[in-house]
């Protein structure tokens, strides 16, 4: 399964970004996936996941509330909507697969991951 990010960019506090992370290989609409971030200086952390099968979703409570995690299967797609940006929302945003059927918050869970996009929000 090849993991393909996009739609980071610079906001300003407050603000809204849509991330896209397009899957394909085989059977790439059957896993679970997930966003991971990662701040300068700071270790990898868990965002949000969405289960496969029954879009079952899980969020850090860091996010709660402002982020928004979906999935479209025909386009073998997973969105993040990001809405009332923080500073600390600043980092390096990462989508991953699993093959397991629940929303996984471990890093270690995911077989897969894409490439990165910048996230930048400035206050």
């Known amino acids: 399964v090849q993991l393909q990010a996009s739609g980071g960019g610079l906001v300003q506090l407050g603000g809204s970004l849509r991330l896209s992370c397009a899957a394909s290989?085989?059977?790439?609409?059957?896993?679970?996936m997930g966003w991971f971030r990662q701040a300068p200086g700071k270790e990898r952390e868990f965002v949000t996941a969405i289960s496969y099968r029954d879009r079952r979703t899980y969020y850090a409570d860091s996010v709660k509330g402002r982020f928004t995690i979906s999935r479209d299967n025909a386009k073998s797609t997973v969105y993040l909507q990001m809405n009332s940006l923080k500073p600390e929302d600043t980092a390096v945003y990462y989508c991953a697969a699993t093959p397991w059927y629940q929303p996984e918050t471990g890093a270690s869970r995911y077989d897969y991951w894409g490439q990165g996009t910048q996230v930048t929000v400035s206050s």
């Open positions: 290989g085989r059977s790439a609409r059957s896993y679970s």
